[in-house]
């Protein structure tokens, strides 16, 4: 069974930085193929990607956020980690992690439960 | 960076019609990279199909999805009380991902 947990604060100040840990189990980071990623969603709005990382250490983020976020995995300890610079009040959101397990086809099959994060002083 | 419309913003039907979602795409994108979600107050999206008409698993077959290029379309054949959710679509094109704003399911 596929399991993705996300772990973080579940506030921080604005202009601080956000570190988000995800958890997985039941696969493996390295598996050919896998990727894990990161989206939000503010309250009562639509889904936003924010970063993809490959079972290769390839990454991907997206444009318009791109200059505050990295991406990196421990494969030994099954996480997945992002950390968003100069955080802002427009940040709050229910942050996820999910998988797409395979490259023939992209979409995000298993999800975590989310985590809110609040930005706040 | 490809930006995903959804028509229409909210959808009032009842149990038992048939429900038609509209997502376009401002370039083409590949087949193999449309998916669609399901979301319910208070969980986290779930995949319904992928690959443009590929059922998840556990997924009903009252849910299809269909298209190509720039013009992707999720049907429900016959409502159920619990297919009412908002639906998102999504695709990864040009190492770059995206999700529609959302199509509201409502009853009627």
């Known amino acids: 069974q596929i399991t993705l947990k996300e772990s973080g604060p579940t506030m921080v100040k604005p202009t601080q930085t956000l570190t988000l840990t995800c958890t997985v189990s039941g696969f493996s980071l390295s598996t050919s193929g896998v990727s894990v990623g990161w989206i939000r969603q503010p309250p009562g709005k639509a889904l936003e990607w924010l970063a993809l990382i490959y079972w290769d250490d390839d990454k991907r983020y997206s444009p318009s956020l791109k200059s505050r976020l990295l991406v990196t995995k421990d494969t030994s300890k099954n996480q997945v980690v992002l950390i968003m610079t100069n955080m802002d009040p427009v940040d709050t959101a229910t942050y996820y992690c999910?998988?797409?397990?395979?490259?023939?086809?992209?979409?995000?099959?298993?999800w975590g439960q989310g985590t809110l994060v609040t930005v706040s002083s | 960076e490809i930006v995903l419309t959804q028509s229409p913003g909210t959808l009032s039907l009842s149990p038992g019609e048939r429900a038609t979602l509209s997502c376009r795409a401002s370039q083409s994108v590949s087949s193999s990279y449309l998916a669609w979600y399901q979301q319910k107050p208070g969980q986290g999206p779930r995949l319904l199909i992928y690959?443009?008409?590929r059922r998840a698993t556990g997924i009903p077959d009252r849910f299809s999805g269909s298209g190509s290029g720039t013009d992707f379309t999720l049907t429900i054949s016959r409502l159920e009380p619990e297919d009412f959710a908002v639906y998102y679509c999504q695709q990864f094109g040009s190492s770059v991902c995206s999700f529609g704003q959302g199509t509201k399911l409502e009853i009627k």
């Open positions: 999910a998988q797409s397990p395979v490259l023939e086809w992209f979409a995000f099959d298993s």
């Open positions: 690959a443009a008409s």
